[in-house]
């Protein structure tokens, strides 16, 4: 039996990796996971080249809990090491056994799938164990078992065993502190987690399924009654993971019902299949594969719960892919396995890299050419699933510039007949008619097509286009194509009188004079509550609503950008009290009748009505206003 020191450039490094190295306790299961997937993967790959003369078979992964022993097994069929080995890869912790291996044979393993992590990974299981023993045998003809005990501090122990076959089983010693990992629905769900597509199958207990051989055999008695007998039951491995899941494989190995499996086991708490996926695959400039779906999205940004997961060589890593992917994407769902993402020695988080910028534009880019190519080949459909997909669109539209650029081929601007225009589609459509007189061309749109029903209406009448524009950061979309496009302006409908929204050179003649302009002027400022509406005496049709509220475009705007996250220069606009356009129409009749009625309790009474209609329309009308409104609306029908 040989005793030593552990070699360690700092003096007891143990303490110091139970505390830092890792962000959290539980990730030492996947670590030590790995390393078995690791020297699996290398003896396949030595297997394959003639290295070794070990028969590959079909190796797993075993993990066992002992609970009266207190120990957690992690057995593994792979190359196994010798005494010597383990005191060069296990003994030296600043060394790591796979970058050699790596650099011996970086030529033929290129594309073996070797994950890489020995090393540091190993020291993850003192987080959580008292003592650790490895029982290994190497793969190699004529050598000797080795059993390798340490107890947390640098010293350990190195004898041999009586291990007959290959591979290497690492015993945890459970702390007190640490129970929790001899729990088995614990264990279950760390598997689960981490190593649910791992490319090894992983072994966690058995279970009993029917046989699939057995034919349960059916009599019948005297009186013709029917018995079956019960199914026969075997009892099999317990595999955890799924080896080879859907984005390892190559599109032409998939169908789209493969898709919505695999989008099934990712998320097994969906309900609703997704909309259509993406998979990514390319191995230059960087590797890359992954598959990426469009859920159906709400209004709300905030809610996600199911998020993209990143995997280097179908190892878990993480849901947080902030920097990888392009914010707009983080709303999407799937999988991204590369590894040449950068990561730091517990891959837990992400380390800056040029490598990143590529990976993230890469993924923009094909993210944009799906659309464009669902947007080609199937219009129907696409717009068929707009509603859903928008959000996402018009956040990347928003934030990334390459993005919006190629979005100009598939965004979409529907209107509130139904119809979608692609942003050529739609100035080419109203060019004509709406132009104003300085050649600017506006475009009409509302957010809410029940509640501003009779502007779009008046707008229509006018033989004007309408946009149907409502998801939560139009608002920001818009001050971007305003700044982007040439002359354009977006004016929602109620913005203005239909007559002002796009101005013309054409002149209303008022039926009304000075004076009597003025003094309809003075009634309605004596009636209507200053704080709140600005009187606007306009000539209009005579068949036009009477009263009219608006809200200027560029303040409402800056509220909605305000509300929705806008910042900057916009949060004045935030606090600033609701003001609002009353529209008066002088050419219309009752306006008329306003004016020429004598008695002034019936003009107030005509005009506070009047104007309730109008906050009405707008939804303006609420609480006590609104009780006494419905009051008096009865009276009037006595």
Known sequence: MAKGNINVSVENIFPLIKKFLYSDHE?????LISNGTDATLKLKHLTSIGESKSEYGNPIIEVKIDKEGKKLHIIDQGLGMTADEVEKYINQV?????????????????????????GLGFYSAFMVAEKVEIITKSHKEGTTAAHWTCDGSPEFTLEPHDKADRGTEIILHIAEDSTEFLEEARISSLLYKYNKFMPIPIKFGTKDVNDPNHKPETTTDAEGKETTEPQKKITVDNIINNPNPAWTKQPTELENEDYTNFYRELYPAQHEDPLFHIHLNVDYPFNLTGILYFPKMSQDMAMQKDKIQLYQNQVYVTDNVEGIVPEFLTMLRGVIDSPDIPLNVSRSYLQADGAVKKISSYITRKVADKLKS???????????KWNDIKIVIEYGMLSEDKFFDKADAFALYPTVDGKYYTYEELFNAIKAKQTDKDGKLVILYTSNQDEQHSY?????DKGYEVLLLDSPIVSHLMQKLESTKENITFSRVDADSVDKLIAKDETVISKLDDDQTKALDALLKDVIPSEKFMVQLEPMDSNATP?????????RRMKEMQA??????????????EMYNLVVNTNSDLV??????????????????SLDLARLSQGLLKGKELSDFIKRSYELLK
Request: charged fraction near 25%.
């Open 374 to 384: 669902l947007f080609n080949n199937n219009r129907e459909e696409f717009e068929a």
């Open 456 to 460: 779009i209406e008046a707008a229509k």
């Open 592 to 609: 008329n009748e306003i004016l020429n009625t004598e008695a002034k309790d019936k003009q107030a009474h005509l005009i506070t009505q």
């Open 94 to 118: 600043a060394f790591s056994g796979a970058e050699e291996f790596l650099d011996q044979y970086k030529d033929s393993a290129k594309d073996s799938g070797i994950i890489g992590h020995f």
């Open 547 to 555: 009263f009219m509220i608006t809200q200027p475009e560029f303040m």
């Open 564 to 577: 929705s996250g806008g910042g900057g220069g916009m949060q004045m606009f935030g606090n600033m009290p």
């Open 27 to 31: 990730i030492f299961l996947r670590e």
